[in-house]
């Protein structure tokens, strides 16, 4: 029993390694490039957030809100999401809302707290689900293209292609300087109440510190990068018109896009009947 | 040779008409400092000197922070917050990175650059993103970060980097602080009707706040800053191309002028919640439209009806047309 | 006609005593392949920045004279003008990739110059450069020779007359420098451009350049052709640049009046086997490095190992993997990239668990015990020795992994590290701020501090000159006393055959070989099989005699008479 116990134990940790983050965030970044969300033109997604990310804040009708957070869930099924982000999800709407309802009770509130606090995780889910399908499920290259057509800032969109470039290198070496301050270093015994405190005082000195040689070792980095983007035009570019419609012409609407728009209106409006008839 | 003058026999800048150029000698401290361009003109070494950091040198410090920091956050958005009680241990507070980097280098462009990562990498990668929420934390962080990098001038003065550091904590949180009630106040209807609710954000907000900026600020901005910058401060500039921070290249105090332009952002986080929420109040949102009358949703719906279908065939069509192509 | 002409240059980097480059003359023809020559520091790097207006556009400093590429002065055109004429390829090359994907990287700068017909541009540059149907595929997914033939790709897509390359197969294995060249060849040949390397595999430069320039102390020696410049062996030994072994073995031949005197040194094989055809085999019985290693040091018993990736299933990297290593013993690692070298390192430090077998390293299960308790038995030094240095100065990287174990007379140990490894000057350094060589040393020496049963090291040699290489090697005699067993990954043959008992080849995650070197480099079929390039020198003994195997210059003058 005990040693079923450590073996769990241990294998919950193992979840959680660097290891493990980062391949579920590379996969977040990289693996579902070929779902029906990604395939999508990144400007109607964005309008489609849009309505889904805002309009739930200012509605108070139980039902309504229900049937966002339905049509909302499903989109995020279709972007196959990596595991960690929907577990995070989970776990960021219930501690906001039922954080606060505790609290409330706490301070001589009643059952009458529970239909705002429902109404407010519904409000919480759906607009947190809208934005993870469409920043998760979205091709982050594509997504800066939709971002620029909007007429977001030329850096933003440089700066999401380039993040999403540079993602598993970063990722790599920051793993790469943990180990070497792992193995180097002697980590002190992680057992009894004050022995845990300590484990975690050492674990995050250790990240703080493995920064210093992060630093340095990404400044070498980015003076090429910069360099290279100079003689490559980057500067040019951003002061060209022309090259910003250039690079948008590879968008196009097409009749999955409307049927998508399409089919989300349908479904409001079968929330709108339901609701009016009840 | 260059002819041989010191420093404090430099020629003012009246004497040249053109105002930018002053001689210099070669090993003098104004030579050696980095922004600046030396060209030899008839066998004296000219000086121009800039006030500022090159466009090129200012992309730099934005890329390295942005991939720094936005790494970092990534990290914490990742790991589980626990929790003791109300207690929140987190270790959501990177800002150490920022700060350091504001405070060494170009801080606007260290300041931009912390919030972009953060927004690029952990919410727009991780699908994180959280609506208006984010443009208050866009500029807050910027606010805070821009004003700790203005106000060290000297990177070796550790008493001046603590403070800044403590105070880039201080603003960021409490700008954040603030906009955070406003919000929940927005979000819940009738946020005074509600017993004891009122009370409890005001509490936890306040307590977040002072929670995070004893726990977090000094244990994740103090003291890894009094940390690093001393060690990077000297090393890190040169892999860049450039030179360190001393008094004479530091930009000059925080003004007025500056401080007004970051009270106005501010102002301008605040108005743009306030305007998108209170203009949405004016239209009447919910009550009226979500009731409507049965005939109006029934239209709407066989409108969306006819959408899909008409939509469907035009796509099947397409299809079909680029098959016989 | 010259596509480039240097007048009188001399540059100082701003605070720098002495100037990188001092008064530099040089014109370089259109259409030629030029490899540039010198020892660490004479200002090739900066030299090359000069070529594209890198300096003074961007990096300031003190310039003088004149420089034109193609026709314009670099002082007065913009950058962006200079990238149409000169093309780069960085040394670290991974950073000047900027986008996500292939296709999108190779047509980057010609759609940042409102080039219409961009996207048709980057894939003619992703054909000239041996790319053609990876368009869509993530930057992650490329192996280190494809990224830096997208690198090049990315330059060529905007037509340059003239393309610059920092270093291109410092970090690659044979077979794909061999492709790199072939590329810059087809350039060279078919396209018209002009190449300028800076290089330091004087083989490759035998086979594929039309002249050398030899810079020393920031100044053009001399400019010549390549086989007249490979002929000057000392001027080039004095800069630290060796040539081809074959030239180097004639060249003693001829010093010795073995040869007659007035002949041009070969520099090639094909030349080779005329000038030494003339020799005899004298089999003097070279010895034969071999194991004698008896006691079991690591055991790997049917060991099963896969990755996961990203998207589909995890990717299989070992399957059954049964391998012992000795006590004692100096073993090389080789096979291509890929073939699943790092991971057995990794499988011995405990960082990758294998999903099936067992690990045994002096009789501790390794496949069930945490990296941290077995950092005392085993240690492994990265290929990049940057990730090494976690501290502010070489001197406490040293001692950290002492310190915090409070091990008897760190302090003093910490000295004697120092000391052995000639580092005792730059002690208060901090470790990524050093030279190439020095580093290495100093990651070498981060490696040994704990005097580790078992050292494991990760391309020693990459990136390093071939005096720096040299050193290396005399470092990893002077550590035997401290750590006996070794094991190398390289694609370095020369470092194999010089210092390894024990080689064994991979091949797809399989042990195809396993022996001394004469029993693999002999060995035609797997040689073949896993892409080993053996020696220089080695090749040319074996195509003159087939019992030969002399694996050094020395042992060559020796073989043959």
Redesign the interface.
């Known amino acids: 029993m005990e040693k079923t116990m450590k073996k769990l134990s241990e294998n919950i940790l193992d979840k959680l390694s660097l290891d493990f983050l980062r391949n579920q965030v590379l996969k977040n970044a990289y693996g579902n490039d070929d779902t029906v969300i990604a395939k999508l033109d990144p400007r109607v997604l964005i309008v489609w957030y849009l309505f889904f990310g805002l309009v739930p804040w200012f509605s108070g009708n139980v039902l309504f809100l229900a049937g966002c957070f339905i049509l909302v869930a499903a989109t995020t099924i279709l972007a196959r999401v990596a595991g960690l982000v929907l577990f995070l999800f989970l776990l960021g709407v219930f501690s906001q809302t039922g954080y606060l309802f505790l609290v409330s009770l706490l301070f001589g509130g009643n059952a009458e707290t529970v239909i705002p606090l429902l109404v407010l995780t519904l409000k919480v889910a759906t607009v947190s689900l809208a934005s993870i399908t469409v920043f998760s499920g979205l091709d982050p290259d594509r997504l800066s293209n939709g971002l620029m057509w909007f007429g977001c800032p030329e850096k933003l969109s440089f700066s999401i292609s380039y993040a999403y470039r540079m993602l598993p290198m970063l990722m790599e070496e920051f793993q790469n300087v943990l180990l070497s301050y792992r193995l180097r270093g002697k980590a002190p015994e992680s057992s009894g109440f004050i022995g845990k405190v300590k484990y975690l005082i050492y674990e995050v000195q250790i990240i703080v510190q493995a920064f210093y040689p992060l630093m340095l070792n990404t400044a070498k980095r980015s003076r090429t990068t910069v360099e290279a983007l100079e003689i490559r035009g980057y500067r040019y570019a951003a002061a060209n018109k022309k090259v910003k419609k250039m690079k948008l012409s590879s968008l196009k609407v097409t009749y999955d896009d409307m049927l998508f728009l399409a089919v989300s209106f349908l479904w409001m409006a079968i929330v709108f009947v339901v609701i009016s008839y009840i | 040779m260059p002819r041989r003058r010191t420093e404090s026999n430099l020629k003012p800048k009246a004497f040249y008409p053109e105002l930018t150029y002053v001689l210099l000698e070669q090993d003098s401290e104004l030579?050696?400092t980095?922004y600046?361009?030396?060209?030899?003109e008839k066998g004296i070494?000219v000086v121009m000197k800039r006030e500022q950091a090159t466009?090129?040198q200012k992309?730099?410090v934005?890329?390295?922070t942005?991939?720094?920091y936005?790494?970092?956050t990534?990290?914490t958005?990742?790991?589980?917050?626990f929790?003791v009680g109300?207690v929140e241990f987190s270790?959501e507070y990177?800002l150490?990175?920022p700060l350091?980097?504001g405070m060494l280098f170009d801080p606007l462009s260290a300041a931009?650059g912390a919030a972009?990562?953060e927004?690029?990498?952990s919410?727009?990668?991780?699908?994180?993103?959280?609506?208006?929420g984010e443009v208050e934390k866009f500029i807050t962080v910027t606010i805070g970060i821009y004003v700790a990098g203005r106000l060290v001038r000297n990177p070796k003065n550790q008493k001046m980097v603590g403070i800044a550091a403590m105070l880039g904590v201080i603003v960021q949180q409490f700008l954040g602080t603030m906009v955070d009630i406003l919000k929940v106040q927005?979000?819940?209807?009738?946020f005074e009707a509600?017993?004891?609710?009122p009370?409890?954000?005001a509490?936890?907000e306040g307590f977040a706040f002072l929670n995070d900026v004893l726990f977090s600020g000094i244990?994740?901005c103090l003291?890894?800053t009094l940390?690093?910058v001393p060690?990077?401060y000297g090393?890190?500039e040169p892999?860049?191309?450039m030179?360190p921070r001393t008094e004479n290249t530091a930009l000059s105090a925080i003004g007025v002028k500056t401080a007004i332009v970051c009270v106005i952002a501010f102002l301008g986080a605040i108005a743009a919640e306030f305007l998108?929420?209170s203009g949405?109040?004016l239209v009447s949102?919910?009550?009226d439209w979500?009731?409507?009358?049965?005939a109006?949703?029934?239209g709407?719906?066989i409108?969306?009806?006819a959408?899909?279908v008409v939509?469907?065939i035009?796509?099947k069509n397409?299809e079909r047309a680029q098959m016989q192509k | 006609m010259n596509v480039l002409e240097v007048k009188d240059l001399s540059f100082t980097y701003p605070g720098a005593d002495v100037p990188a480059l001092n008064h530099i003359d040089l014109n370089i023809p259109k259409g030629d392949f030029i490899a540039i020559v010198g020892n660490n520091g004479c200002g090739k790097s900066t030299f090359c920045k000069v070529l594209n207006g890198l300096i003074p556009h961007f990096i300031t400093g003190e310039f003088e004279g004149a420089v034109s590429v193609g026709g314009v002065d670099t002082q007065t055109v913009e950058i962006g003008d200079l990238a149409k004429i000169v093309g780069y390829v960085y040394q670290d090359f991974e950073n000047q990739i900027v986008r996500p994907t292939v296709l999108d990287d190779a047509s980057y700068a010609c759609m940042n110059y409102a080039m219409p017909d961009y996207l048709e541009r980057g894939r003619q540059a992703l054909k000239n450069c041996g790319l053609e149907g990876k368009d869509e595929e993530y930057i992650w997914q490329l192996s280190g020779g494809q990224t830096h033939l997208l690198a090049l790709a990315g330059a060529v897509s905007l037509e340059p007359e003239v393309l610059i390359l920092d270093e291109p197969i410092a970090q690659l294995d044979p077979r794909h420098a061999d492709l790199i060249y072939g590329i810059l060849k087809d350039l060279n040949e078919r396209l018209g451009k002009t190449i300028i390397v800076i290089e330091h595999h004087t083989e490759y430069i035998a086979d594929y350049c039309k002249h050398v320039v030899l810079l020393k102390e920031g100044h053009v020696e001399w400019m010549l052709p390549a086989k007249e410049a490979l002929d000057k062996v000392e001027v080039l030994q004095a800069s630290n640049v060796f040539p081809p072994q074959v030239t180097l073995a004639a060249y003693y031949l001829r010093e010795q009046g073995r040869l007659e005197r007035d002949f041009v040194l070969p520099a090639t094989i094909p030349e080779g086997k005329e000038v030494f055809g003339k020799l005899d085999f004298a089999n003097p019985g070279i010895y034969e490095k071999k194991s004698k290693g008896r006691e079991v040091l690591v055991s790997f018993k049917n060991v099963s190992v896969s990755y996961r990736t990203v998207k589909g299933e995890p990717k299989k990297i070992y399957e059954g993997l049964d391998l012992s290593l000795y006590k004692g013993e100096k073993i090389a690692l080789i096979g291509s990239n890929g073939a699943g070298k790092s991971t057995m390192m990794k499988l011995m430090t405990g960082l990758v668990k294998p999903n099936k077998g067992e690990i045994f390293l002096k009789g501790i299960p390794v496949h069930e015990t945490k990296p941290e308790h077995l950092s005392k038995y085993v240690s492994m030094v990265y290929q990049n020795p940057e990730d090494m240095f976690i501290k502010d100065s070489i001197e406490a990287d040293i001692a950290y992994a002492m310190q915090v174990r409070s091990v008897d007379g760190w302090k003093e140990k910490t000295e004697g590290l120092l000391e052995r490894f000639r580092l005792k000057e730059l002690k208060n350094r901090d470790g990524r701020l050093l030279s190439g060589g020095q580093m290495r040393r100093a990651s070498l020496a981060i490696g040994i501090v704990l005097g580790p049963e078992i050292l494991l090291l990760d391309e020693p040699t990459a990136n390093l000159d071939i005096a720096t290489r040299k050193e290396i090697m005399k470092t990893l005699k002077d550590m035997e006393d401290v750590t006996d067993t070794v094991l190398i990954a390289t694609h370095d043959m020369q470092l194999v055959a010089e210092w390894a008992e024990r080689i064994i080849v991979l091949y797809q995650g399989k042990v195809v070989a396993d022996g001394s070197r004469n029993e693999i480099f002999g060995n035609q079929e797997v040689v073949e099989k896993a892409g080993i390039r053996p020696p220089e020198i080695f090749t040319m003994g074996k195509l003159l005699h087939k019992d030969a195997f002399c694996y050094t210059v020395e042992e060559f003058l020796q073989s043959f008479v």
């Open positions: 030579y050696k980095a600046i361009i030396v060209k030899k070494y466009q090129s992309l730099m934005f890329v390295l942005m991939s720094l936005g790494l970092a990534l990290f958005e990742l790991i589980p917050k929790q109300i270790v990177f150490f990175i350091v980097l931009l972009t990562g927004l690029v990498f919410e727009i990668m991780l699908g994180q993103f959280g609506g208006l927005f979000a819940i209807e009738d509600v017993e004891g609710l009370e409890a954000v509490v936890t244990l994740f003291l890894p940390f690093l060690r990077l090393k890190i892999l860049l191309g030179q998108a929420e949405f109040e949102w919910e009550a979500a009731e409507s009358t049965g109006m949703a029934v709407m719906l409108a969306a009806v959408a899909v939509l469907v035009m796509k397409a």
